[in-house]
Nanobody, 127 residues
Framework: QVQLVESGGGLVQAGGSLRLSCVIS????????MGWFRQAPGKEREFVSY????????YYADSVKGRFTISRDNAKNTVYLQMNSLKPEDTAVYYC????????????????????WGQGTQVTVSS
């Protein structure tokens, strides 16, 4: 049984930082790319960031580029999202997800590229 568990969300003032973590179990973590998505109230889930299985390639949505950093520790089966210079518009539930293609070199930016998801962690940025 594959499980993804996010943590690290919370309430922060604009300009502040948070670090999200996502631990995956039940799957050979190092074989799969990982992604972060977010969903704000009344909006569709949107892509935030991607990291390849080897951590050699990362990709970001334009809205977070230069402020967020994705990383992974394959020894700990964990992917991270460091979020700096947070803005109120970053407020959302953040989800990590595991790509459905082992050892892929194709960047996954859509929901359909991922087959396992965490339960989400709330990030609230106050102005």
């Amino acid at each position: 049984q594959v499980q993804l568990v996010e943590s690290g969300g919370g309430l922060v003032q604009a300009g502040g930082s948070l670090r999200l973590s996502c631990v995956i179990s039940g799957r050979a973590f190092s074989m799969y790319a990982m992604g972060w998505f977010r969903q704000a109230p009344g909006k569709e889930r949107e892509f935030v960031s991607y990291i390849s299985w080897s951590a050699g390639n990362t990709y970001y949505a334009d809205s977070v580029k230069g402020r967020f950093t994705i990383s992974r520790d394959n020894a700990k089966n964990t992917v991270y999202l460091q979020m700096n210079s947070l803005k109120p518009e970053d407020t959302a539930v953040y989800y990590c997800a595991s790509d459905n293609r082992p050892y892929t070199v194709v960047v996954g930016t859509t929901i359909d590229d991922y087959d396992y998801w965490g339960q989400g962690t709330q990030v609230t940025v106050s102005s």
